[in-house]
């Protein structure tokens, strides 16, 4: 078993449209959980970062996390044509510098 | 301007050479890494380094070998013995223990054995 699963979709929505993107973990000791946005061909940029567990909004992105369910969610209201990207959630431990990824959704979002 | 900065952008190597990809950093970081991305596979941790002359293995280190002589700079060797080596490759680099605002990846080299 991964130690972090997310599905790779792709994912299409009309511009407007609330997307949600989700991760599950099977590793109890994650205490920080990242969104990646990765355009095409380029590095990941962090998009925001929760530790431990609740919600943290940042404009039209808001993180969830849920430790006892050991699931994360992104959502990102009134989605825009330059939202279309791969996102990448991602974890590490309280004291590790390994960060375990999940493989990514892609992610179109038609004007 | 503070960053990470990788090349070359695009590397085209026969099988069985050797073929050394560069990653320096000005962002006085200490921790450096070096992740491998296949599709449907996302980032996969290749080395670690945390301090300069020190380095350990990530989750697929067989094929790859790291250096980590100055604080700038961490290169990594593909040799001949990486059975699969066509991927792109991400250089990132981090302050250790500061959460992960601090880590930041460069802009990528696809490397394509022909």
């Known amino acids: 078993q991964k130690e972090v699963e997310q599905d790779p979709g792709p994912l299409s929505v009309p511009e407007g449209a609330i997307v949600s993107l989700n991760c599950t973990y099977s590793n109890s000791a994650f205490q920080y959980f990242m969104w990646y946005r990765q355009y095409s061909r380029k590095g990941p940029e962090l998009l925001m970062y929760?530790?431990?567990?609740g919600n943290k909004e940042d404009g039209r992105f808001t993180a969830q996390v849920d430790k006892s369910s050991k699931y994360i969610s992104l959502f990102i209201r009134d989605s825009q044509p330059s939202d279309s990207a791969t996102y990448l959630c991602a974890m590490s431990t309280n004291t590790g510098n390994q960060f375990y990824f999940g493989t990514g959704t892609s992610l179109t979002v038609i004007p | 301007d503070g960053g990470i900065t990788q090349s070359p952008k695009y590397l085209f190597r026969k099988e069985g050479q050797n073929v050394t990809l560069s990653c320096e950093q000005n962002l006085n970081h200490d921790a450096m890494y070096w992740y491998r991305q296949d599709p449907g596979q996302g980032l996969r941790l290749i080395y670690y380094?945390?301090?300069?002359?020190?380095?350990q293995k990530g989750d697929i280190a067989e094929g790859y070998s790291v250096s980590r002589e100055k604080k700038e700079s961490f290169p990594l060797t593909v040799t001949s013995a990486q059975k699969n080596p066509t991927a792109f490759y991400l250089c990132?680099?981090?302050?250790?223990?500061?959460?992960?605002?601090?880590?930041?990846f460069g802009p990528g080299t696809r490397l394509t054995v022909l």
């Open positions: 929760t530790y431990s567990s």
């Open positions: 990132a680099s981090s302050i250790p223990g500061r959460g992960p605002d601090t880590q930041y």
């Open positions: 380094s945390q301090i300069v002359n020190d380095f």
